[in-house]
């Protein structure tokens, strides 16, 4: 009788701990919060495609975000004219290992394209994402014609109540929206929500319309299925253009979340600051369009060597 | 000799040329490396004089080979080279090709004050550097205005209307192309010489080019003594008048068997159509029509011109009664200018670096240089755009050398201005609210966003790293002439300081998930 307990017990307690991985796997041991997946992963020290790849299976895997014959729209930051290592634009290899996880996952097609600041050919070309895209299967779109962008209203904006959005953004079925981590000179950083003002034509209205609301207005109308915050290169300081190379630090970092301003609030910490700092991420968590309180949420951390 | 095939090889050399040198000008696309350029525009005459005289350089000598050409066989320049005389031949063809007439020209006299008058005030102009008269009477210039201002605009609407359409088709192959329109005064006057030399070819050949152009009267000079010269055959003439009815420069004279050679332009056409052998060259001692599909295309694409005009004119309006007017001191001329006054003293207004300019920001000025400096290119940065620091262009590719094709370390420390701050004018301190365009844009951050009031970041200029690029004034939500930050123009470029060189940057947090 005692030994048949014995195998059983032992065999039981055997079987439930060679299950453990599918409960949350060592974190379950070491007395961290069980969980499926995170509100947030943030990954340090791999290179910006592979850092993706284990972000991407801590939030839910990318057929969480993409099914098959969905029509994605993936929105880097491709603003400005300068080659990838002044960290000005998008690291182009994070954006095609995301068209090509997209079209693994079933993607119908993957459009990238961003309304640039600088002459779009030469920014779609000098940043590297235009080639990095087509050689992941994705489509590379012009955002600089103002008949793609079509007027839709955002009630619920205070400042921000209209404005013309890039149709590939009203037509698709999944929206990713990927950001470069770097400073800015008029809202301090530019992360995930400062990065949708490249999909909307007229910039310029927010310029006088009161900068950090119209950024976070934007929010109420659309958020972004998936935020990629690439830090593989981060701006710290004369952004979002930069003068030259030293303006930029090899930081190895990429934070990503469904959550659009608890990325922004990660990443924001990342440059000593605090989210409540930054007008547009305290305006955000306010009017209820993210978190930004980081203690109140799972966040996977992982360091890869 | 076979005279037949003689003009065949003409006409074949004149369109090369022609379709050459035009679509330098309808460049939209940027496929042009800029150094074929020059290769392209060596042999035009004026733009090539005027590099010499500044530079002696031997990429320059194109003018003097022209001379010599014409010294051995006469105004061939004219007939091959000239861009503006094969498009005057395009309009003659037309009248010929319409006229029921058997013999179309007739024999005309010349009109030696008014072309030497001329000749002579150009040749004054360029001594005393009044260049103005040369950009006016400058066949390639007035080409390229032409082209610039009138054709490009079409060819730009047309592209992107078929864009679009592919575009809707998911074809990205060709892409909507950015147009900014020309001050309304430079489209009427291109229009108006348009329709002056296009009317005047229509009805007399060559009449533009034996009467007015310097180039032809000076080549006119030298081809009186060319070794190679039309001369006739008088035993073989049988008087049939053929050659006067060809003759685009109506310079025949079957009663005293003379060509005049200062008109002559070389086109052969006489000696191919001699059956008679009469003709040789030799170096031995020769309507109004209403066709309404006609004027219906000018009318639309006059319309077009203008129509695209209006469509960029709409400001809404604003309060701005407690705004300050910008004070512009001098306008912006391009890098590699050097000076205003230099630069008004040697551009011919061709057009060239208005058509080729990546950021469209050099768009030709009416009133901003004054009258010296009419149909000259300035910088726009209202509504043109601002200067691309990476790119060199404009002096690699201007045909006079008004432009100097300055290497990219000395253009991004050119000052062709000064940025100005208006804090009155700026949203941060009319409104509370942040901004930061200008900032955002300046490749130097001469443009610096400081502590303001709180939590607010307003700009600070210094301006001895400020390059005058207009990448601040451009994007400043506040319409012109209210613009927050503005450039005032540098009537002689500066240097202006590199901005200081900065140690590498290192991560701001230490920690690896600060969170």
């Known amino acids: 009788m005692k030994r048949r307990d014995f195998l059983r017990t ?40 592979d850092m993706f790849d284990r972000a991407i299976e801590a939030i839910g895997g990318i057929s969480k975000y993409v099914k098959a014959g969905q029509k994605v729209v993936v929105k880097p930051n491709i603003g400005w004219d300068a080659p990838p290592e002044r960290a000005a634009n998008t690291n182009p290899e994070v954006v095609a290992r995301i068209v090509k ?35 992941a299967g994705g489509k590379m779109i012009p955002g600089n014609t103002e008949s793609f962008y079509k007027e839709v209203e955002i009630p619920n904006g205070k400042s921000l109540k209209k404005a013309k959005v890039h149709k590939m953004i009203l037509e698709s079925d999944v929206f990713i929206n990927v950001p470069v981590m ?29 900068l950090h609301q119209c950024i976070a207005d934007f929010c109420t109308f659309k958020k972004p299925d998936l935020n990629i915050i690439d830090g593989y290169n981060m701006m710290t300081k004369n952004g979002p253009r930069g003068v030259s190379v030293a ?35 305290g305006i955000a968590h306010e009017m209820k369009l993210g978190n930004m309180n980081l203690e109140e949420l799972s966040i996977s951390k992982q360091k890869m060597v | 000799m076979n005279y037949k095939k003689l003009k065949q090889t003409r006409v074949i050399l004149s369109l090369l040329f022609f379709i050459l040198t035009t679509s330098l000008f309808l460049d939209i696309y940027e496929k042009y490396a800029n150094e074929t350029v020059h290769e392209i525009l060596f042999l035009q005459f004026i733009p090539s004089l005027l590099q010499f005289i500044q530079t002696f350089a031997i990429g320059t000598i194109g003018f003097i080979i022209v001379i010599g050409l014409t010294a051995f066989i006469g105004r061939i320049y004219c007939s091959t080279i000239c861009p503006l005389g094969i498009l005057q031949d395009v309009f003659a063809w037309l009248a010929k090709k319409r006229s029921q007439a058997r013999f179309f020209y007739k024999k005309k006299k010349a009109y030696p004050i008014l072309r030497y008058s001329l000749l002579a005030i150009t040749i004054i102009s360029l001594i005393i550097s009044f260049s103005t008269i040369i950009s006016l009477l400058d066949p390639y210039s007035n080409f390229g205005r032409f082209v610039t201002y009138l054709f490009r605009p079409v060819v730009v609407v047309l592209n992107n209307g078929i864009a679009m359409l592919l575009n809707k088709f998911e074809v990205y192959s060709l892409n909507p192309v950015k147009l900014v329109a020309a001050p309304w005064f430079m489209l009427i006057f291109s229009i108006l010489i348009f329709l002056t030399i296009a009317f005047m070819s229509y009805k007399r050949g060559r009449l533009f080019c034996n009467t007015v152009c310097p180039v032809g009267t000076f080549l006119g ?60 060259l030799t170096s031995k001692p020769p309507k109004a029509n209403t066709n309404t599909s006609r004027r219906n295309a000018i ?35 391009p890098p590699g200018s050097i000076s205003i006054k230099r630069f008004n003293e040697i551009c011919t207004g061709c057009g060239l670096c208005v058509a080729v300019c990546p950021t469209q920001v050099l768009q030709p000025a009416v009133g901003q240089y004054g009258l010296k400096g ?3 290119p300035h910088m726009d940065y209202v509504d043109g755009g601002y200067c691309n620091f990476d790119c060199r262009g404009c002096g690699q590719i201007c045909p006079t050398g008004a432009i100097l094709p300055i290497e990219i370390e000395e253009k991004q420390i050119t000052q062709l201005g000064k940025a100005v701050f208006v804090k009155e004018n700026c949203v941060v301190y009319t409104d509370g609210t942040d901004c930061g365009a200008c900032s955002e844009h300046c490749p130097t951050k001469a443009v610096n966003m400081i502590p303001y009031e709180g939590k607010l970041l307003i700009p600070e200029v210094d301006q001895s790293i400020c390059i005058g690029c207009g990448a601040c004034e451009h994007p400043c939500p506040i319409d012109a002439p209210y613009k927050a930050i503005y450039v005032n123009g540098n009537a002689v470029h500066q240097a202006a300081e590199k901005p200081k060189e900065e140690e590498q940057t290192s991560a701001p947090v230490e920690e690896d998930f600060p969170f």
């Open chain 1, 10 to 49: 032992g065999i039981g307690a055997g079987l439930i701990s060679g299950a453990l991985p599918l409960f949350g796997g060592l974190d379950s041991i070491n007395g961290q919060p069980v969980k499926t997946e995170y509100d947030l992963a943030a990954v340090r020290g791999g290179n910006g495609g």
């Open chain 1, 101 to 135: 996880r997209c079209k693994e996952a079933g993607a119908s097609e993957v459009y990238v394209f961003d309304n640039t600041c600088n002459k779009w050919d030469r920014c779609y070309r000098n940043s590297g994402i235009e080639d990095a895209v087509k050689e």
């Open chain 1, 182 to 210: 770097k400073h800015h000179s008029s809202t301090r950083i530019s992360l995930a929500m400062k990065n949708l003002m490249g999909v909307v034509w007229d910039r310029k209205f927010y310029h006088s319309n009161d």
């Open chain 1, 247 to 281: 303006d930029v630090t090899n930081l190895k970092a990429l934070i990503a979340s469904p959550d659009i301003v608890a990325a922004d609030a990660a990443a924001t910490k990342m440059f000593g600051l605090q989210p409540s700092e930054i007008g547009h991420i």
């Open chain 2, 221 to 280: 000079l030298i081809s009186k003594v060319s070794f190679l010269k039309i001369r006739f055959d008088e035993d073989n003439c049988t008087k049939c008048g053929k050659c006067i009815g060809a003759c685009k420069s109506e310079c025949i004279d079957l009663k005293l068997y003379t060509v005049d050679h200062s008109r002559c332009v070389d086109c052969f056409n006489c000696l191919a159509v001699c059956n008679d052998s009469a003709l040789k």
């Open chain 2, 299 to 333: 009318t639309t694409g006059i319309a077009l011109l203008v129509g695209q005009k209006l469509l960029a004119e709409s400001n809404p309006s604003n309060d701005t009664s407690k705004l300050l007017v910008n004070k512009k001191e001098h306008p912006v001329s």
């Open chain 2, 374 to 376: 009419f149909m000259q």
